[in-house]
């Protein structure tokens, strides 16, 4: 703006001059030259006027030049003023700011002083009353505070401004405006020091590794690493090349874990020079994918396929097509398929057939069909039918028929679950079935398991004491008729040799334990149902030096002085490395720094529910789960 009005003014002044000197020029014209005078004359006045015009435009310039260097001096005097404003605000900024810390710090410092002088009123005793001097102060002081709507000057700044019900209280007690307020709460908000976060004791990939029994201190190997990268990164491998099954198998169960296995993926481990897969998750798979699986591996002898809820009746049939070189099938949750089909098959490929695994069958595979698959596989050799809810006790007559037998699993539960019409009877019939197929195939077995067999007695145990000579598992659980002294029985002179797996989990009996005419306790009456302390003795007494895995879960009836001795001083188990202790009440941090001591290759331990275990400490590279306060979960 004032260049604008400077380049005016100079262009006002120069048409003004041009106006005086048209003027004078024209004044010399009007008054004309004497015709008298000479040429000479008339030259020399002419002469004498331009050097008049030339003077007077000097002047004129040379008084410009003055204005212009006026004008530039007081510019650069009110820029200087400007600065000068501005430098001083900037100090009245940083003023008002370090009078409102100085007034924070103050109005803490004061009131912790007064906080620290009431307490220690109080702990020596002196009356601290609500009426004292200072209360009246602030109570006074909060009188005269403006209500919102009226008028207030701010505390720190001395502004006037409208009080609100938001404003906030300067540390004097008075009134701040706005833009203080919200200053003075950032300055509190920076002073005050974050909360410290603690560290977790625990990631949830190592709690993982814990529940799979995994207790790695330090790095893991070099070749577990490479496996888990390989993983990392699935989705860029376009192949496995000639990568060893062990590998395989390992990168199956990492990838199943994870959910992993899709249709893409499950193309790496198709080749048609492999004889066996491991699929432990094959939920994502389609039917097409399993009928790709059998088309490219047609020389396939052992197949797992877990949660292979696609597999239908096609894919067996397409299997029955072809030469069939199947040995080993394990098969999860293929309730798809229909019992014709599955009789079909063992009609068809049961000839070759070493291993049948099937587990949760709900809507097919019943007494019938096992009837079929004991007559056209005779050479079956493993056998493991667990929740599959159309088989009865029924079966075992046929299974009996198995010659070759030597690795039983079955699982009834599904008889004995509430909602079935007779799941708390039991018949003598399914008991005479249980002891006949033990009296045939128990000679020969190397696996028991029989789980939720609840017309077992203790005849059964008998005759398993009487015929049993090679078995290394044995897996009696969830039964309620089993007493303590004929568990006893069945360790005492056994001539089986040791066992190296035992599960007697949950042998007890779910109404109120009857209590020893001697002794109150019931864990001394061995006449209860379940596992009592002189059947725990002779089992570790029998199988204790071989012993690699025991599990031992809600056998309330083994007391502290049975469980004191087992694992003592002097006790030594050198091949046990994974116990179950779930729900023993008696066991206590003693009991579980015997059996650290007494179990050097021990890796996992199991203790849901064991609220007396408090503050043990578990040897370096063993997996502590369960406790009350476990130090490693």
Known sequence: MKDIKRTSRRHKKRVDDKKTKGGLIQDAVSKGPDIRQT????????????????????????????????????????????????????????????????ATTAAAATAKAKAMAKAKARRRGQGVSDDDDEDYEEAFNQARVPAPGQLANCELCDKRFTVTAYSKTGPDGG?????????MAADEKKAKPKPKRQKARATRQMNSNLLDGIAQRGAFSLLEMCIKQVANNINDVEEFGDLPGELRLRLSQILSKRRMLTPRTLGLFLRSDVNTIDIFDAAKLEEEDFHRIFATMPFLERVNLCCAGQLKDGVLEYVMSRESHLKHLTLDATNLVTEDCWRRFFQTCGSKLETVKLSYLDCAFNDETVEVMVSHCPNLRRLKLTDCWKLTYGC??????????EYLSLDMRHRHEEGQPDYRMVDVRDLESINALLKARCSGLRTLSLEHFKPMDNSSLAIIHETARHLSKLRLSHS?????????????????????????SSNRCLEPLLPSTDIGDPAFNNQNPGLGSDGFRAMMLHSGEKLEHLTISSCRQIGFDALEEVFGEGQKYPHLRE???????????????????????????????????????PPAGVALIGGLNAHTM
């Open 39 to 102: 040429a000479s004359q008339r030259a020399s006045q002419a002469q004498h006027q331009n050097q008049a015009v030339r003077a007077q435009e000097e002047q004129e310039e040379a008084r410009l030049a003055e204005d212009a260097a006026q004008e530039a001096l007081a510019d650069n005097e009110n820029e200087a003023e400007a600065e000068a404003e501005a430098e001083a605000a900037a100090q009245q900024a940083k003023a008002r700011k370090r009078k409102r810390t100085a």
């Open 480 to 504: 309620e008729a089993f007493t303590d002294a004929a568990l006893a029985s069945l360790f005492t002179d056994w001539a089986n040799p040791p066992l190296t797996f035992i599960d007697f």
């Open 175 to 183: 009134l701040l405006c706005t833009p203080c307020g919200k200053q």
């Open 396 to 405: 075992l007559q046929s299974i009996a028929k198995l010659d070759k037998l």
């Open 579 to 617: 116990i179950d202790l779930s729900f023993h009440t008696r066991i206590d941090d003693v009991v579980m720094r015997g059996l650290f001591k007494a179990c050097p290759a021990l890796r996992k331990v199991m203790a849901f529910a064991c609220f007396n275990i408090v503050a043990v400490q």
